[in-house]
T-cell receptor, first 115, second 116 residues
Framework: KAGVTQTPRYLIKTRGQQVTLSCSPI?????VSWYQQTPGQGLQFLFE???????NKGNFPGRFSGRQFSNSRSEMNVSTLELGDSALYLCASSQTSGLINNEQFFGPGTRLTVL | AQSVAQPEDQVNVAEGNPLTVKCTYS??????LFWYVQYPNRGLQFLLK??????LVKGSYGFEAEFNKSQTSFHLKKPSALVSDSALYFCAVRPSNSGGYQKVTFGTGTKLQVIP
């Protein structure tokens, strides 16, 4: 079974631009979560999608948004980029449902650098 | 609000010695607890989890963790450390009553350095 894939792996943008990151979960996984990882803040939860619906959101400004498609692939978008948005963005998928308490499987991440 | 504390930013251990990476948590209700490992420039890899049952959980690569409800701890252990175990380790917690939602909170991570 293929793992979680994220594209692109590396991205360089300038302040004010916007960016879209993509995540393809493991086949059969319907839950996709996004995290921002920085040296100072550690792993910060961005949002979780399940069956095309956002069902949990972290404490990030509205510049951060996401969506999930019918095939469970997910995208996150960051508009009006700031220097502080430079981070490793991790996507994780799982088979989470009301009865299944499964762990998350992480992709390799997208390294975003904002200049 | 739930939280996870990993009190040590870095743990150094000699190869062949036992290792412990500490984790304490705070959550409403019963916890689901996880350990993940991250190698440089990689995503997180699942090591083990505690859902219910035996307090001693065995996971990948010879790691194990002990759930202690009274001390709200879930320390990661390995009897004999390998140089290849050097990585960043994350503890995570999720409430058992989250209705299937992830609602996972991660600790800040502990860097494990195994010295040859």
């Amino acid at each position: 079974k293929a793992g979680v894939t994220q594209t692109p792996r590396y991205l360089i943008k300038t302040r004010g631009q916007q960016v879209t990151l993509s995540c393809s979960p493991i086949s059969g996984h319907r839950s996709v979560s996004w995290y921002q990882q920085t040296p100072g803040q550690g792993l910060q939860f961005l949002f979780e999608y399940f069956s095309e619906t956002q069902r949990n959101k972290g404490n990030f400004p509205g510049r951060f948004s996401g969506r999930q498609f019918s095939n469970s692939r997910s995208e996150m978008n960051v508009s009006t980029l700031e220097l502080g948005d430079s981070a490793l963005y991790l996507c994780a998928s799982s088979q989470t449902s009301g009865l299944i308490n499964n762990e998350q499987f992480f992709g390799p991440g997208t390294r975003l650098t904002v200049l | 609000a739930q939280s996870v504390a990993q009190p040590e930013d870095q743990v150094n251990v000699a190869e062949g010695n036992p290792l412990t990476v500490k984790c304490t948590y705070s959550v409403s209700g019963n916890p689901y607890l996880f350990w993940y490992v991250q190698y440089p420039n990689r995503g997180l890899q699942f090591l083990l989890k505690y859902i219910t049952g035996d307090n001693l959980v065995k996971g990948s690569y010879g790691f194990e963790a002990e759930f202690n409800k009274s001390q709200t701890s879930f320390h990661l252990k390995k009897p004999s450390a390998l140089v290849s175990d050097s990585a960043l380790y994350f503890c995570a917690v999720r409430p058992s009553n989250s209705g299937g939602y992830q609602k996972v909170t991660f600790g800040t991570g502990t860097k494990l350095q195994v010295i040859p």
